[in-house]
T-cell receptor, first 112, second 114 residues
């Protein structure tokens, strides 16, 4: 089955800095890669996703890049703000399937 | 739309008792997922339904866990008997598509078994 590794497990940045979270996946048949943000005590919420037919997607301060050859994808947050502090999860779905395989999560702390 | 609805939001019970968690997916979504989240194990998929039919229950820990989806707007996850190691946050999620679609999570049920 699919295996998703996520790094780092914790990330501390100063407000205004950029943050990058990286994930690798094992199944070359995976073709959908969502990112979820989970604030303390809240539900995971989809913030951005990418499909394997594109290499990059941006939405304001967040962007995701995908390298299918290397089987890794990354989340980039620019101009970080304290409200970006949360746990971020990457995930992957194999083509033709519905079940997500999640990474272990990255706790991002943005200090004012 | 109200989003995915779960009840109760918090449940405290004693070991050995039966626990039933409830979920109402987003109207029109045909896939429903039950997850368990703990610090140690992260987010784990327990079971997945498509069009009310269980498709993959390989994540259900053991026979004490069971799930049903009697209709498109309601699902239950039951634990009988409950044990302290079942303490976790249980999330229900729904998806509009059959495959490769985004999932929308409910607020979760925080279960504590003493």
């Amino acid at each position: 089955g699919e295996n998703v590794e996520q790094h780092p497990s914790t990330l501390s940045v100063q407000e205004g800095d950029s943050a990058v979270i990286k994930c690798t996946y094992s199944d070359s048949a995976s073709n959908y890669f969502p990112w979820y943000k989970q604030e303390l005590g809240k539900r995971p919420q989809l913030i951005i996703d990418i499909r394997s037919n594109v290499g990059e997607k941006k939405d304001q301060r967040i962007a995701v890049t995908l390298n299918k050859t290397a089987k890794h994808f990354s989340l980039h947050i620019t101009e970080t703000q304290p409200e970006d502090s949360a746990v971020y999860f990457c995930a992957a779905i194999r083509a033709g399937y519905s079940t997500l395989t999640f990474g272990k999560g990255t706790m991002l702390l943005v200090s004012p | 739309d109200a989003g995915v609805i779960q009840s109760p939001r918090h449940e405290v019970t004693e070991m050995g008792q039966e626990v039933t968690l409830r979920c109402k997916p987003i109207s029109g979504h045909n896939s429903l997922f039950w997850y368990r989240q703990t610090m140690m194990r992260g987010l784990e998929l327990l079971i997945y339904f498509n069009n009310n039919v269980p498709i993959d229950d390989s994540g259900m820990p053991e026979d004490r866990f069971s799930a049903k989806m009697p209709n498109a707007s309601f699902s239950t996850l039951k634990i009988q008997p409950s044990e302290p190691r079942d303490s976790a946050v249980y999330f229900c999620a729904s998806s509009p598509g059959t495959v490769e679609y985004e999932q929308y999570f409910g607020p979760g049920t925080r279960l504590t078994v003493t």
